[in-house]
């Protein structure tokens, strides 16, 4: 766990006036995601979807609460909701993340023999990295292009998901909503009271303390 | 206290009944005139945003009839703008588009607003005059074609457009002919627009404060920008001078209707060939509302998507099109970056995006290799968006992407808006599949050209060493992206290469008329919004002058 912004919550400042009522709704509905709720996707497509969303970012494993990523990209994927764009190279998403996890699935029986969510990290980042510079070998990807569903599919909705996440927000120390008070101090190393506090050597403590304050 | 919850209004219309939204106040309704769909109206206008919401006003201003049709829906900033990049998508148009072509275009949020006040809603407001030499670009410069417009006579409707706006910039301005000095403040820089300053001085070059269309003191019922930094995903302040928030407002107490969540689908003309009304879906069904003019204002690609499927037996290419230019020379402006490391806290997410801006390389014509010119100005990515470029854009994924992202406060970039050449080949077409309106999707064709190329690498080269003078380490290049939309019904004064004249208006259909972004024959290196309104601006003069001629 990075330890830049220690003890820094951004959700500290739910009551403040950061935040306006239509955000903390916005902001309660994406923490109530359940993990483990799959509507669109199969159990099968699902294993291998959480076996990918833990190598693409890899989250700390004493995290209490970890980031629903795979739970949010099959939201995405159930509420079926576009961004405006598709690669003429790609299917619409639904279909195009169907048979991209089946290819990837494919992928990795064709190197390893074994399924994707079976095998070591290691690997698993092999298969990827293999996907992501179009070095592949399963026929699934024939019609499919691996680099462009890697790069235009697969690392655009689980990233993007991934950084719409309060816990994604601590880590970088991103201030998080700001409607309606916004932010005073705009000069370099200035921060307002109200914005995340960097660890830098010598000053963890501090960074501690003012981050407990934030809220 | 909490406010009673309105009525979503992705469901369900809020312009009826003889109301709509006052956008300044929660819950609030301002009275609106309503016309039936079997009164012939003087102008049905497609689309609200900087060229459709602009006319509407100003036209409605002169006393013409004016219903205004936007797909999108009726946002109340203050209720309806959540502080959250996820949320606020939907500002933008996300039907499916196909994209294509050797550099296939990034849409929705990058250029493309659904909603009443159109893209306005969710700009950078970045507001600048072109320069004047871009208007006669052919003669002048020698690339691209002239306009059938005057530079000075456009100088005069920026100024309209720059007090209607209430534009915040500075005293002076360093590039071009003189302009007024700006009818606001500029706003104070954020570290990452001193990051730019330092850049420039350390090269020779001039900088500024970036005109803005968002308030640096009070004005009506806009408060002052409070620095919350998310422009881009709609402004919950109301201190941004949207299109939403400023000309429609007047249009509404001019008389206007304004009928959100209303998609148009098709164009009908009558045996003469005149066009006769648009065809129209909105709650749950498809109606026609008369008029003597359509306005076509759904910018780039819904502009010639709906002028090509309102295709008839009289006209089978497309409405407007007997010059086959509808749809073609679709031109966007490179949107390419250099990205740094400071040892310093920059916190770029504080304060508008660009709050600093230097268009050294639109006014210099030595040492280029190309033809056009560029601006840059300093950024301030959102988490999701930075992410964005970090992964999709330079690779990055697992650790070391966790790795990039936490020095998120540490990073500092700086982004041309670059003028591409307008090309043929670049095009917005029908696809064979169906919208959920049952309409044709839109194709976009793009690919840059050589001399594209050669810009883009010259304002890389020279923005890394300005970044590189400033203090940052570990620069890279952000190779991939474009902004804005230009082009697909160009204007001209030859009904051979141009779709409308200058006043607008196409040269095949007396009655039909196309203002948006659509009618720019080349881009320029500066973001398009302000002379779109400049230019609905001249329409709505030109139009009432014909009126007064009996020449409409």
New interface residues.
Partial sequence: M?N?YPGYDVLTKRHTP??????R???DE?LSIDPEKHQFLTDAEWRILRAVCD????QPPDRARPVPLAAMVDQKLHTN?????????LP?LREAWRRGLAALEAEAMAQYRRSFHELPALEQ?DV?TAV?KGDVQADAWRDLPAKVFF??RL??DI??S???HPI??N?????????????????????DPW??S?ARPGREERARHENARVG | M??PVSVEPIEQPRAINGGAPDVFHRGGVVPMRQYSDDEVVDFAIVGTGAGGGTLACKLSEYGFSVVALDAGPYWRPL?????????Q?KL?????????GDN??????NN?GKSVGGSTVHFAMVSLRFRPEWFKARSKLGYGADWPLDWQEMWGYYGEVEQTLKISGPVNYPWGPHRPRYPYRAH????AG?VLAQGAEALGIQWTETPLATVSAPRGHSPP??????CVIGC??NAKQSVLITWLPRALAAGAEIRDLAMVGRIDHDREGRVTGVHYYREGRWRFQRARNVVVAGYSIETPRLLLNSATSRYPDGLANSSGLVGKNLTVQANQAVWGI?E????S???PPSLAITEHWNYTDEGKDFFGGYAYMSQGP???H???V???KR?L???R??DE??R??HQVGLKIVGECLPQERNRVTLADERDQYGLPVP??TFSFCDNDKRLIRHALDFMGRALEAAGATEIWDETDDTAHLHGTARMGDDPKTSVVNADCRSWDIPNLWVCDGSVFPTVGGVNPSLTIQAIACRTADRIKALAARGEL
């Fill in positions: 990075s830049r950061s935040w306006n009522e239509q955000t709704t916005v902001i994406r190598r693409i970012v890899p909701g576009g961004d405006g764009y598709r690669d003429a190279r619409p980042d990827l992501q790069t235009k690392l655009h990233v993007s991934y950084y719409s994604a927000w880590e970088i120390g991103f201030g998080g909503p700001a409607s309606p008070r916004g932010y005073v101090r705009m000069y370099f190393d200035r921060r914005e995340a960097e | 909490r406010m209720e309806d703008f959540a502080s959250d990049e996820n949320h998508a933008y148009w996300t039907d499916e588009r196909i994209v294509d296939p275009l990034q849409l929705g949020s493309s104070e820089l954020n570290a001193l920008c409070v620095y919350r930094g998310m919950s302040t400071m310093q806290e920059i916190r997410y504080k304060g959102l988490p999701m930075w992410a964005g970090q992964s999709s690779g994924w697992g650790q992407l966790l992202m936490e998120y406060n194709r976009v």
